[in-house]
């Protein structure tokens, strides 16, 4: 089975620009999380997607939202970006027994 | 709020030495721990706890859950360079959603 693709792997934009992030899980997983992961603050939980909706999310500001689509792929959007948005935005799809796998991550930049 | 705390947090070995990551958590409704190694890329799957006293092991690492005390260990014995990464514990809320708690991490070194 593929694993968790993310696209794109890099992204460098400015502040107040807007994001874009996709993210495809494992063939027949159908919850994906999204991750935010800096040095300073570890691993943090975004949003989880179940059969495209929205089921839990973390303590993040409404400028981060999320959709999932019928056939499980995810998007992330980051709106007005500020520099401490930079970050490693992973993506994770889980299995029935509830493990999650990881997705490469897309590095994102903001200047 | 749920918890996880790791410790520590950094550590520095030979190879061959044998080393034990602590990971003690509070969680409101406690489903199950994993552990994750990250090298310089996204985290990969280790173990999955659900169960107190019962030891996971793969290869050389090992890890065990006490739901009663509210920790977990990971150990890694002969360790070898290819050891060197960070190793993340996490914890899911079962509640009416999934949600997945981190802690900081483990940066352990193995030097030859």
């Known amino acids: 089975k593929a694993g968790v693709t993310q696209t794109p792997r890099y992204l460098i934009k400015t502040r107040g620009q807007q994001v874009t992030l996709s993210c495809s899980p494992i063939s027949g997983h159908r919850s994906v999380s999204w991750y935010q992961q800096t040095p300073g603050q570890g691993l943090q939980f975004l949003f989880e997607y179940f059969s495209e909706t929205q089921r839990n999310k973390g303590n993040f500001p409404g400028r981060f939202s999320g959709r999932q689509f019928s056939n499980s792929r995810s998007e992330m959007n980051v709106s007005t970006l500020e520099l401490g948005d930079s970050a490693l935005y992973l993506c994770a799809s889980r299995s029935e027994v509830n493990t999650q796998y990881f997705g490469p991550g897309t590095r994102l930049t903001v200047l | 709020e749920d918890k996880v705390v790791q410790s520590p947090l950094s550590l520095v070995v030979h190879e061959g030495d044998t080393v034990t990551l602590n990971c003690s958590y509070e969680?409101?409704?406690?489903?199950?721990l994993l552990w994750y190694k990250q090298e310089k890329k996204a985290p990969t799957f280790l173990f999955m706890l659900?169960?107190?006293?019962i030891e996971k092991k793969s290869g050389r690492l090992s890890s065990i859950l006490d739901k009663k005390e509210l920790f977990s260990i990971l150990n890694i014995t002969a360790t070898q360079t290819g050891d060197s990464a960070v190793y993340l514990c996490?914890?899911?809320?079962?509640?009416?959603?999934?949600?997945?708690?981190f802690g900081k991490g483990t940066l352990l070194t193995v030097n030859p």
């Open positions: 659900t169960s107190s006293g």
């Open positions: 996490a914890v899911v809320n079962g509640g009416s959603n999934y949600k997945l708690t």
């Open positions: 969680v409101t409704n406690f489903r199950s």
